[in-house]
């Protein structure tokens, strides 16, 4: 029956429950719906049991094709037994869920984990899944990829891998052991241990069927797929485990297994050859079948996690299970060749048995003893190796090697890269092995080097050329395949393999598993033992990407946790340190790597020395070998490289003081590889020839020499030229230098340099015992020559050679010793700096230098004979030392950081510099790090944080500078617990700090009170007391808490420590347990100084406040006396001073002596825990807010009325005698004396009183007798004011908000006095958001008249004519504004006249400025704008933004910040609550405005430095301002996203009108104050970056899409060119940025947005024109004007309707002579309108279909018009009456507000537009249409006529202009105005109208293009038209070149023929 009419879904019935699909069924299919009947399925299955199995069956047919997931469903949720067909249909179902169904994962879940399912299912799901892999014959890979992501999914892996068909099993294991879920050899173990045989049997079986050839059949199948294939660590894995239980299984298996393992080696690497010219016979087959087996070998006991580049995992330590028994006897088999060698000790693991015996005879240079070189052993301890200690783990080493520790299977090659899967063909093979040919080829033949492969390489692989990329891939897989053949290569072919292979990493040529690989294989041979080969190979690829390393700072720590890491190169050690923080050393270091292999090749090069001698190493190398503590061996078997060990050469010679002894010299060089000698008869000519060296033989002895010497011996010439020679003749130093020059080889030179070098280096790591003056004579000698041989000749001493401030620095800081060594040398060398015309003094190095050694010449116990040193140095080079200016580079705590030491060997042991005490004593520096330990028991320790280093605001504070040293072992093995640090420290801080603080003050304060009293009680002045008793105060508090709280720390900090670790490893182990012990109490001792000194900063910045309690009385008894103007001083001290004190120490009357302040001032320089500080001014934070006034030193305060008293007594002197006695002159007098007054008592009580009496009387003075004196009188005022607002006063901030008061509360008859008001605002002394509000309020709504006439008058002084006051804009007097509207919209009687005007003229000025909404959006922005100038913070704000900014921008760079930076975010909010900065809208505001201050300051900064360095590219500059403002923006974007709920989009817009207002308000205060400095870049960077983030394509954007537009726009207008033309270049880029035009323009509906971009487009012309009016067009207005061009054409293109709208009010403002600017705006024309061609001959206009449409006018053109003007129009336009309407046109029409305008252009653009479209309307309602007949005899061609006859040339030229400002497309008013002009041209009554009429269309035309349409067809019509005589007149004929003119633009418009025709035919009648 059909589901149609039957449907058993429509009828009650239990329903499956299909809820949970994704993809639920087709609802209205009836046929699908049927089977939603739970009953229905049921019985078919209860029918299916008796009998009716096959047609059941059947029916099921269809929903298993249409609806497969609703019958799942069904048969899971119905209750019945389970059927044969239940079973039956679910085993079919289930494959089509495990293939891609949208429901599949669902159906799956419900399956495996529904509630109810009975077992039985799981067990037919797997079933379901064995059976769909392995249907097929060919088990697809792909199915068994499914089955095992559905498993993982279900969880059920582990219940997968132990059912049945092994088969299928051991597949699905194979596969996830290489996607790492699960260790394989375990598990075939586990298997084989629970199973035996007959699954031993399946593990064979399936070997067979993945890898045919594995029973040494034929290769695989070429087209036997690569998914199908086994990779080789998978086949290695299992044959090991096979092999293992080979013994316990039947005959015949036993036998297959091992015929596999021996056919292994054949599988897994078909005989791969190395590539071309590795191996000089190419490789040997492997002797071993086992060595095959053995993938890359890694040390199973790396504690090295899986790598996780640049992320942080934490690294399991890997436990060593012990392996099961049966697998030891694996290697007791008779194939094993462990047998064939005694047992050995393994140097290098990395292949267990490589091909020893056969592959020794081969390589070249080594001996072929028993111990072959495949081990890479190098010949062992023969030549002085160490000998290899015993391996306590070697045995278990050799005995696995077939199993990897898991984390590190050997990767399969193939999913390295999945492009190298395909087999290259021959072709592409070979090419890639030409270039390995090439690569390790000998000079005679094609070479290649490294570089040049590695850019050939970056070629190949994004190359488009498919051959190319592929030789790369094939190129790079072989490189891979063959790493581990490494150890077999000779060392120099290892050594460029090595460079090859780190320059693949440090180009970035492969990416992430490829990445990691190689990142694993360097790791893998950094861990070889020291000195092994590999290690080597380690090293030299290390070497090539270290810069590389910042980008992978967890590496860095798996390379630093390398056991021998202290033996790296110092400058790999430097670059790994580094990098674990994501850093690069702050001095880059390019150490030299010498690698047996890189000597090796540097022997190849030198190819032309003595055969078995390597060329030396460049001398400089010897003392950057890699081996430090060892001796290396070379490929030489004679030589070793030892360390010049600094220990006494001379212990047997006394120090002979006459002769200088250069014993160390020849140590040394002993002891670094000899240079060739030449014989002893070519030695001995060679001394001949220094000997008798003279100026006058000099040439010839040049010439002697090249006779005599070979190139070859040159090296030891340069050798004997600065050891035996330059180091102990300073006398003939200029000789010798001379013969350098004559001798022109610039190689020997170079040689004589380095070897110079050398020598230094050598005297520099030099013991450096007390009395060696020998060598401190040769290393004044060797600094003289350098100076001679590099600065004298204009040549620098670089960086990397010697570092000559480091130097001074590192000597400084080791002590007087070191000194006396390199002070004599480097003055030495910096005299002949003299000589040069570079380096002579003023040059920045020289005088960097020269500030350094000022600066040591300050030091108190610096020896005099050092002292004297620099003052000679000084004198030679003509410097007063006294003008030097010593820095602060010897206390630099940063600089020691990065030192690199040069003044001894690299220690191994050598400590980190940042733990060298500066022990400036005269001990024997030998040990300079020694002491560091011993001492935290002794003294206290070196301090190590300045004050003003630690923030103390918040807990956090500490966070930044707590220090975790990573190379506890605790640490390195559970990264994880550097969590545990912080918490630990901030709770013990949190702790002490109370308890600390409180008793350090108590104690502190009772001494200090009473010292202070007695030291100050016959001082007057209270602030020196104050301040003396603020430093004590602070030391002793420091000295207090120090001692109290710091052995209580560190107890703490360790127990918190212990207790969070023990609580994180839940339970440890006794060994955990000891490390946890040794970590505790490390972290505990590095950090208990940072604690410590954050409890002594809280307690310090507590203790000035109570100080100052404790004082008040003294302060107000010191200040009391003075106000009575007398001195202050205690009777009953003086008594007992005078009496009972000897002279010596008696206190005087009046100020402290200086000796006794110095104590105090010691005092503050040196607080107890913290560095010595250099500045005596006090620290930010430290004087406590409430003193302000007082805190400033007296004399500035007195100094500033001083000043201010002077000023006043000269303009009271210039008075003339006439006016003493006039009332403003008595007003002066008093006004002096209060000054005086104000300055005897300097307190803020007679400050005010002055300020008010300042104010008042501005106020007061209305009009004086005599101008003159007025301004005199209120220049005065200011005067006073002006000094009382000095910073050094009382600031800004305090004047500014009393002086508003005043204005505020003065009596009403001052208060209303315009001109006064003014001028407080004018000179900023006005608080104008208060004013603002004061005034609002005082107009009652417009009830109080005065005060709203005042209101009005101040508006239009400050904003109407806007040439008074610049800073001021609308913002300012919002308040204001509003009620002004509001009370001229009532227009109650009250209100006075000229109100509703003045609101027109601001309106029309600030038309964009919609919505005054009180608390609207544009409130928000301009209360922002006005808060932006409020500076009255809460104290510490500041300090916490700074904080919180900074921690933004480093969340907002980091790695982890996740996308668009939503999780920096969301931790950031958390910190803002934190620190209670979200609490009040005002805290919000505060906050970002100190941001954007920030910001901006770090930008101003950042320009700065340019400036000073102008070589910093402008873009490094600019990224580093971007730096903080992205992330400031980013901050604002997303706050502004996420404030308020999703839905409110109120908030989020009030908040960003508020940031912006904020962003405006600082850039006008900024602009105001910088004037011609200020900088456009950080606001416009703000603006642009807000711009775009906020128009993001993001919903919760789009919605606020308009308003945000509105407040940028609302931004820009504030913004306009005529309020901040400092601003203008950025803000034309602003309002022309695509976005912005296109979402103001063409985005944002309704064109809502045109309105106000045209409003910014009239600002932009306003502020141009009056240049463009006056022509005044400098480069800066040029480039303004082109950029206007530009934007006007961009929108003539994409947006002409735009313009057509607005061309009327751009028209208004663009000046009349800017004939191209006007023309571009009237040739816009809609887009769908088809011009037609105004050329065309006989062009009919009137039959046009567009001629009588009216154009959209969207300028209110009639608002200019006063009222009675219009009323009178209207009425003359309707009736012609007034009739003096006409008469009276011309003068009202003159009445001009604008400077330098004689007549109201506005008007008369109103008036003729107006006119005509009053008249087109008029014509059209008498039904015709305009034309030249229809257009006269009107009252509307009236008053055009009157004024074509009536206006003068001026007048009538504007009149012209605003008539053709309307001849543009073809629409009514073109038409209309067409005729207009025609008919004017026509009836005109003198020639001077028509020459003035053509003079307005020509001047038009003749620029260049575009041109309006109307203006071409009026001009050919009045040319051509024989009606208007045109050619008849004589203007045209007046001089030739006119004539022309005319001619040429008439051939233009008409073509020559029919130009000339109209010429003569007028000409001849």
Not at 12 to 28: G, R, S
Not at 116 to 135: D, K, T, V
Not at 376 to 383: C, D, E, H, K, M
Not at 630 to 648: C, L, N, Q
Request: hydrophobic share 40%.
């Amino acid at each position: 029956m059909s589901p149609e009419v039957f449907c058993f879904a429509d009828y009650p019935c239990h329903t499956v429950a299909i809820d949970i699909l994704k993809a639920p069924p087709e609802d209205d299919n009836k046929e699908i719906a049927t089977w939603k009947s739970l009953d229905l399925v049921e019985s078919l299955l209860r029918l299916s049991e008796v009998g009716q199995y096959e047609p059941v069956k059947q029916l099921f047919s269809f929903p298993i094709k249409h609806c497969p997931d609703m019958l799942v469903l069904a048969l899971l949720q119905i209750s019945t037994s389970w059927h044969t067909l239940r079973h039956e249909l679910i085993s079919t179902l289930m494959p089509i869920f495990l293939g891609n169904h949208p429901n599949s994962a669902i159906i799956l879940h419900y399956a495996w984990h529904g509630q109810g399912q009975s077992p039985s299912i799981r067990q037919l799901i797997m079933h379901s899944m064995a059976e769909w892999y392995m249907r097929g014959e060919h088990y697809d890979q792909a199915k068994l990829s499914r089955i095992l992501d559905v498993a993982q999914d279900l969880k059920s892996l582990s219940m997968l891998l132990n059912a049945t068909p092994f088969a299928f099993v051991i597949d699905l294991a194979a596969l996830a052991s290489r996607r790492e879920y699960l260790k394989l050899d375990k598990w075939l173990t586990d298997k084989i241990r629970e199973h035996g045989e007959p699954f031993i049997l399946a593990c064979v079986t399936f070997l067979k069927r993945r890898c045919p050839s594995i029973m040494g059949g034929l290769a695989p199948d070429k087209d036997q797929p690569k998914s199908a294939q086994l990779p080789p660590e998978t086949l290695a894995t299992m044959l090991a485990c096979l092999q293992s239980c080979a013994g316990s299984v039947s005959q015949e298996l036993s036998e297959t297994i091992l015929t596999m393992v021996a056919n292994c080696s054949n599988v897994m690497n078909k005989a791969r050859q190395p590539p071309p010219g590795v191996m000089p016979k190419g490789r040997a087959p492997s002797t071993s079948s086992l060595d095959a087996i053995s993938p890359v070998q890694i040390d199973p006991l790396s504690a090295m996690g899986s790598l996780n580049l640049g992320g942080s995992t934490t690294s399991h330590t890997q436990n060593m299970q012990g392996f099961p028994s049966s697998l030891s006897s694996a290697f007791s088999n008779p194939q094993s060749p462990a047998k064939a060698f005694p047992p050995l000790t393994n140097p290098n693991p990395s292949t267990p048995f490589g091909g020893i015996g056969s592959l020794s005879s081969q390589l070249p240079g080594m001996d072929s003893g028993p111990l072959g070189s495949g081990i890479g052993s190098s010949i062992g301890s023969g030549l002085g190796m160490p000998a290899v200690t015993s391996d306590p783990f070697g045995t278990r080493k050799m005995s696995t090697p077939g199993l990897n520790p898991p984390t590190f299977q050997q990767t399969d090659l193939s999913q390295v890269w999945p492009e190298a899967n395909q087999h290259f063909s021959k072709e592409i093979d070979d090419e890639a092995n030409s270039y390995f040919q090439r690569i390790y080829n000998h000079p005679p033949h094609p070479t290649m080097s490294v570089d040049e492969v590695l850019e050939m390489l970056q070629r190949f692989k994004d190359s488009t050329i498919k051959r190319e990329r592929e030789v790369f891939n094939c190129m790079l897989r072989n490189l891979f395949e063959e790493y581990r053949f490494f150890p077999q290569y000779p060392d120099k072919e290892l050594h460029i393999t090595a460079c090859l292979f780190g320059g693949i990493i440090e180009k970035g040529l492969v990416t992430y598993m490829a990445l990691g690989l190689a990142l694993r294989y360097v790791l893998e041979a950094l861990r070889k033992p020291f000195g092994s080969k590999m290690y080597y190979f380690g090293i030299a690829a290390l070497d090539r990407f270290k810069n590389r390393l910042k980008d992978y700072p967890q590496y860095c720590q798996h390379l630093a946790s390398i056991g021998h890491f202290l033996q790296f190169p110092h400058h790999l050690q430097e670059y790994i340190e580094y990098g674990q923080q994501s850093r690069d050393p702050p001095v880059k270091l390019q150490g030299s790597i010498t690698t047996p292999g890189s000597l090796a090749l540097a022997q190849v090069q030198a190819q032309s020395q003595q055969p078995g001698v390597p060329k030396a190493p460049q001398p400089g190398q010897a003392s950057t070998l890699v081996t430090t503590t060892t001796a290396t061996t070379t490929v030489a078997k004679t030589t070793t490289i030892a360390r010049p060990t600094p220990s006494g050469f001379k212990k047997d010679v006394p120090p002979s003081i006459n002769t200088t002894n250069i014993d160390t010299l020849l140590v040394a060089t002993d002891q670094t590889e000899r240079i060739v000698e030449p014989p002893e008869n070519v030695q001995e000519k060679i001394a001949f020839i220094f000997n008798n060296l003279s100026q006058s033989n000099m040439t010839q002895k040049v010439e002697e020499l090249k006779e005599t010497v070979k190139e070859e011996f040159m090296p030891w010439v340069s050798q004997y030229l600065v050891m035996k020679r330059v180091s102990i003749e300073p006398n003939f130093h200029s000789l010798y230098s001379n013969f350098l020059d004559t001798l022109k080889n610039p190689d020997f030179g170079k040689m004589v340099l380095s070897e110079t070098y050398r020598n230094i280096r050598v005297l520099l790591t030099s013991d450096k015992a007390a009395a060696n003056f020998s060598d401190r004579s040769l290393l004044k000698n060797l600094g003289h020559w350098l100076g001679m041989i590099t600065l004298a000749k204009n040549k620098p001493i670089l960086y990397t050679d010697l570092e000559v401030k480091s130097l001074l620095l590192e000597a400084y800081v080791k002590g007087q010793q070191e000194l006396l060594y390199v002070v004599p040398f480097v003055a030495k060398v910096l005299e002949s700096s003299l000589r040069s015309v570079v380096f002579r003094p003023q040059n920045p190095w020289t005088m960097a230098i020269m500030n350094v050694l000022a600066e040591l010449h300050q030091e108190h116990d610096l020896k005099l004979n050092l002292k004297f040193e620099i003052e000679v140095l000084c004198k030679n080079l003509s410097l007063d030392i006294n003008d030097l200016k010593p820095g602060t580079l010897l206390k630099d705590k940063e600089k020691l950081k990065s030192l690199e030491e040069q003044l001894s060997a690299p220690k191994k042991e050598a400590k980190p510099p940042e733990e060298m005490l500066p022990i400036v004593t005269t001990v024997a520096p030998s040990t300079p790090a020694a002491t560091t330990t011993a001492c935290t028991t002794t003294g206290p320790p070196t301090p190590q944080f300045s004050y003003h280093d630690i923030n103390v605001y918040a807990l956090a504070g500490l966070a930044p500078h707590i220090n975790i040293n990573i190379n506890i072992p605790l640490l390195q093995a559970h990264p994880q617990l550097k969590q545990c640090v912080r918490q630990s420290v901030e709770r013990a801080v949190q702790e002490l700090v109370h308890p600390v603080v409180d008793r350090s003050i108590k104690i502190a304060m009772t001494t200090c009170e009473q010292i202070v009293r007695k030291d100050f009680a016959l001082d007057s002045e209270e602030s020196r007391m104050r301040v003396a008793a603020h430093h004590m105060m602070r030391n002793l508090t420091a000295g207090m808490a120090m001692i109290t709280c710091r052995e209580p720390l560190l107890m703490s900090i360790a127990t918190n420590l212990k207790n969070s670790f023990a609580a994180a490893l839940r339970a440890p182990t006794p060994q955990q347990r000891e490390m946890m012990e040794e970590a505790a109490a490390r972290i505990a001792q590095d950090n208990c100084e940072l604690a410590c000194c954050f409890i002594q900063k809280t307690a310090v910045e507590k203790a000035g406040p109570e100080m100052d309690k404790r004082l008040a009385t003294e302060f107000e008894l010191r200040k009391h006396a003075r106000q009575e103007g007398r001195r202050y001083c205690d009777p009953v001290v003086l008594t007992y001073q005078a009496e009972r004190m000897p002279e010596q120490i008696r206190l005087k009357v009046g100020g402290v002596d200086p000796k006794q302040l110095a104590v105090y001032e010691e005092f503050a320089r040196n607080v107890p825990g913290f560095l010595p500080s250099n500045d005596l001014s006090q620290p930010t934070g430290f004087l406590a807010q409430p003193m302000k006034q007082q805190a400033w030193a007296t004399d500035d305060v007195a100094q500033i009325y001083d000043k201010c008293m002077a000023d006043l007594e000269q303009h009271l002197h210039a008075i003339p005698p006439a006016l003493a006695l006039n009332p403003q002159t008595q007003a002066l007098r008093s006004l002096l004396e209060a000054v005086a007054l104000a300055r005897n008592s300097r307190d803020g009580i007679a400050a005010l009183g002055l300020l008010q009496k300042a104010v008042e009387g501005l106020l007061d003075a209305t009009s004086g007798a005599d101008a003159d004196l007025l301004l005199r009188y209120r220049e005065c005022h200011l005067l006073v004011l002006k000094a009382l607002q000095d910073g050094r006063a009382y600031g800004p901030q305090w004047c500014n908000k009393q002086i508003t008061r005043c204005l505020i509360e003065c009596r009403d008859e001052y208060k209303y006095n315009v001109e006064a008001v003014e001028l407080l605002i004018r000179n900023h002394l006005v608080n104008m958001q208060q004013y603002d509000l004061h005034l609002a309020q005082s107009m009652e709504n417009g009830l109080h008249y005065m005060a709203v006439a005042f209101a009005m008058q101040l508006v239009k002084l400050l904003l109407v004519d806007e040439r008074s006051v610049g800073h001021i804009t609308e913002a300012d007097l919002f308040h204001t504004i509003e009620t002004l509207m509001r009370t001229s919209a009532h227009s109650r009687a009250n209100a006075p006249e000229g109100l509703p005007q003045l609101m027109d003229v601001v309106r029309s000025n600030y038309e964009a400025m919609i919505d005054r909404a009180h608390g609207g959006p544009n409130f928000m922005m301009h209360s922002g704008i006005s808060q932006a100038s409020e500076y009255d913070d809460p104290p510490g704000l500041r300090e916490k933004a700074e904080y919180l900014l900074r921690e933004w921008v480093n969340l907002y760079h980091s790695a982890a910040a996740g996308r668009d930076s939503t999780k920096a975010f969301s931790a950031f909010v958390g910190q803002m609550h934190q620190q209670g900065i979200l609490k009040t809208d005002d805290l919000i505001t505060r906050f970002f405005r100190l941001c954007t201050e920030m910001c901006v300051e770090i930008s101003y900064r950042a320009q700065a430095e340019q400036q000073h360095n102008p070589a910093a590219s402008a873009a490094i500059i600019r990224a580093k301002c971007y730096h903080n403002l992205d992330a400031f923006v980013r901050l604002i974007a997303l706050l502004v996203k996420h404030s308020g709920e999703a839905t409110n989009t109120v908030t989020k817009i009030n908040l960003l009108n508020k940031v912006l207002g904020i962003v405006v308000g600082v850039l006008i205060q900024d602009h105001d104050v910088r004037q011609t400095e200020f900088q456009q870049l950080p606001y416009h960077r703000i603006f642009i970056m807000l711009l775009l983030e906020l128009n993001a394509p993001e919903h919760v954007l789009e919605t606020i899409n308009f308003q945000t537009l509105t407040a940028f726009c609302n931004t820009f207008h504030i913004l306009r060119p005529t309020k901040a033309p400092g601003f203008v270049y950025a803000w034309l880029e602003l309002i022309s940025h695509r976005i912005f035009i296109a979402r103001m323009l063409a985005h944002t509906p309704q064109q809502k947005g045109w309105p106000m971009y045209a409003q910014l487009l009239i600002d932009l012309f306003k502020y141009l024109a009056p240049f463009l009016r006056n022509v005044e067009l400098n480069k800066p207005m040029q480039i303004l004007y082109k950029g206007t061009l530009r934007v006007l054409l961009v929108l003539l293109h994409d947006f002409p309707e735009f313009l057509c709208d607005y061309h009327y009010g751009f028209c208004d403002v663009i000046p009349p002579n800017c004939i191209q600017l006007r023309n571009l705006i009237l040739s816009a024309f809609p887009r769908n309108m088809r011009l037609p061609d105004p050329f065309t001959p006989n062009l009919k206009v009137d039959m046009l279909s567009e001629i009588n449409i009216a154009p959209r006018i969207l300028t209110n053109f009639t608002g200019v018009m006063p009222s009675q003007f219009k009323k009178d129009l209207d009425s003359y336009l309707k009736t012609r009456s007034p009739v003096t309407f006409l008469s009276e046109l011309r003068s009202n029409l003159q009445v001009s507000n604008e400077p330098g305008n004689r007549y109201n252009i506005q008007l008369i653009n109103a008036l003729v537009l107006y006119v005509g479209t009053q008249a087109i309307a008029h014509i059209h309602n008498k039904g015709s249409t305009p034309s030249m007949s229809t257009i006269t005899h009107s009252a509307h061609m009236d008053i055009f006529q009157n004024l074509a006859v009536d206006l003068d040339t001026e007048g009538r030229y504007l009149f012209l202009n605003a008539i053709a400002n309307q001849l543009r497309y073809p629409n009514s008013h073109t038409h209309y105005f067409s005729c207009t002009m025609l008919y004017l041209f026509a009836e005109a009554n003198t020639e001077a109208i028509q020459e003035q009429i053509t003079r307005v269309l020509l001047e038009r035309l003749i620029v260049n293009r575009p041109h309006p349409w109307g203006l071409l067809i009026t001009f050919i019509e009045l040319i051509k038209n024989p009606a208007f005589k045109f050619w008849s007149h004589d203007f045209v004929h007046c001089a030739p070149e006119i004539e022309k003119l005319f001619q040429s633009v008439a051939q233009c418009c008409m073509g020559q023929k029919q130009a000339q025709q109209v010429m003569e035919g007028t000409g001849a009648s």
